[in-house]
Structure formats: structure tokens, C-alpha cells
Nanobody, 115 residues
Framework: QVHLVESGGGLVQAGESLKLSCVAS????????MDWYRQAPGKQREVVAS???????SYPNSVKGRFIISRDNAKNTVYLQMNSLKPEDTAVYYC?????????WGQGTQVTVSS
């Protein structure tokens, strides 16, 4: 079992930055990857940042150039640096971990961007 805890969300104004953290605990050996999703009210959950192997990262066009995913393996932590935030970035942000056939989600952290 893997337990994920996100933190760092909050209320900011458009153009400001936030850095989210996701700490993994429990049976963290053999976690294949961790990535970030978000879900806005009335919308489907969507990926916003992921590792694609070989140290590469992937972002949808909506956040490319503004969001950066990084990790600290020694701390079992994945980060999401969000810059130049827009009101449309308002959502609950979730961390996801894949371990074999298992998929784990954190409880989410709210990010609200005011115009």
C-alpha cells in the first residue's frame, strides 16, 4: 500500500506561483512513476505533468512552459512548480503513483487562482 499526501495549494492571484509537493510513504519500493493531475468543477480529471522515462517530462499544451514537475527520490517526493498561474488553473490537484498493477491517488490539494 502506498500513501500519498499533497500539500502547497492555496489562493493566489493570476500571474503568481505555487509549488505543490507530494510525499509518498508505505510500500514505496517498485513505484514505477508519479505524476500530477487536476480536476476542475464539472470537468474530468486531466494530467498536467508526468515523467516519461529517461528523465524526460511531459505536459499538456495548457500548462506547457508554466508548470515544471520534479522529484527528490531521497525524500520520496514529487513537486509541481506552477508559474504564471491563470484563473483556468483553478482545480483540485492530485498526485498519482503507479506500482505494478496498482494506482494510488492522494487526497488532493485545492488551488484557486483569482483574476
Amino acid at each position: 500500500q502506498v500513501h500519498l499526501v499533497e500539500s502547497g495549494g492555496g489562493l493566489v492571484q493570476a500571474g503568481e506561483s505555487l509549488k505543490l509537493s507530494c510525499v509518498a510513504s508505505g510500500s514505496i519500493i517498485s513505484i514505477v512513476t508519479m505524476d500530477w493531475y487536476r480536476q476542475a468543477p464539472g470537468k474530468q480529471r486531466e494530467v498536467v505533468a508526468s515523467f516519461t522515462g529517461g528523465g524526460s517530462t511531459s505536459y499538456p499544451n495548457s500548462v506547457k512552459g508554466r508548470f515544471i514537475i520534479s522529484r527528490d527520490n531521497a525524500k520520496n517526493t514529487v513537486y509541481l512548480q506552477m508559474n504564471s498561474l491563470k484563473p483556468e488553473d483553478t482545480a483540485v490537484y492530485y498526485c498519482r503513483a503507479i506500482q505494478g498493477w496498482n494506482v494510488y491517488w492522494g487526497q488532493g490539494t485545492q488551488v484557486t487562482v483569482s483574476s
